[in-house]
């Protein structure tokens, strides 16, 4: 069964401060995505990224980075100089081919409530 | 690009009430999700549609929800009778199609509170 762990469940930051997130995850698949998904106070569920287990190569998208490390089934989350607009509850997924590799299942971590105060 | 559009956002009834939902997913997206947010978690699947049938079903409580896709673009989420448990945020999502290298789109939720 996959599973995913958000160790952290609330984070306050004072702006311009680096936060990092962090994101542990089980599986049995050789074959599987990761995501990161955004929720701001409006609700609706931002996709931010998607890995897959065959690229460990690490990716920075303007403040965002990601850090993903197959060896200690890990798949951390970094912003930059943080900023206020950054406040929002942060969601790692995982996802796994389900029977017949025709479907999958997206399971979600329990998030992360991150606060940027200015 | 037309969102992912939910109706309605908010929805206060009280236990033993029946409740619905509706989602429209983004024109075109074959696939079709229902997730259930309860204050605190992560979403959790319901259940996925591709086009009109039924993908994967197991974690919706099938004693009292109940879901449709009957066209192949919007969707129906039915609670029957609602309990206390199922306050929850109800979200839909699209995708182009089923798998994992297709992004799933999600909609505002609609906010359901049991009483």
């Known amino acids: 069964a996959q599973k995913v762990t958000q160790a952290q469940t609330e984070i306050s930051v004072v702006e311009k401060e680096d936060v990092t997130l962090d994101c542990v995850y089980e599986?049995?698949?050789?074959?599987?995505?990761l995501f990161w998904y955004k929720q701001p106070p409006s609700g609706e569920l931002v996709f931010l990224i998607r890995?897959?287990?065959?690229?460990?190569q690490n990716e920075i998208s303007g403040r965002y980075s990601w850090n993903f490390q197959k060896s200690t089934s890990s798949f951390n989350f970094t912003i930059t100089a943080s900023q206020v607009v950054d406040s929002a509850v942060y969601f790692c997924?995982?996802?796994?081919?389900?029977?017949?590799?025709?479907?999958?299942?997206?399971?979600f971590g329990k998030g992360t409530l991150l606060t940027v105060n200015p | 690009e037309a969102g992912v559009a939910q109706s309605p956002r908010y929805k206060i009834i009280e236990k033993r009430q029946s409740v619905a939902f509706w989602c429209n997913p983004i024109?075109?997206?074959?696939?079709l999700y229902w997730y259930q947010q309860i204050l605190g978690q992560g979403p959790k699947l319901l259940i996925q549609?591709?086009?009109?049938?039924?993908?994967?079903d197991s974690q919706l409580p099938k004693d009292r929800f109940s879901a449709e896709r009957l066209k192949g673009v919007d969707s129906t989420l039915k609670i029957q009778p609602a309990k206390l448990e199922d306050s929850a945020v109800y979200l839909c999502?699209?995708?182009?199609?089923?798998?994992?290298?297709?992004?799933?789109?999600f909609g505002p939720g609609t906010r359901l509170t049991v009483t």
């Open positions: 999502a699209s995708s182009l199609f089923s798998g994992s290298s297709y992004e799933q789109y």
């Open positions: 599986t049995r698949d050789t074959t599987y995505y």
């Open positions: 890995r897959n287990s065959f690229d460990e």
């Open positions: 997924a995982l996802s796994e081919a389900g029977s017949g590799g025709s479907n999958y299942k997206l399971t």
């Open positions: 024109s075109g997206h074959a696939t």
């Open positions: 549609f591709q086009n009109n049938g039924v993908v994967d």
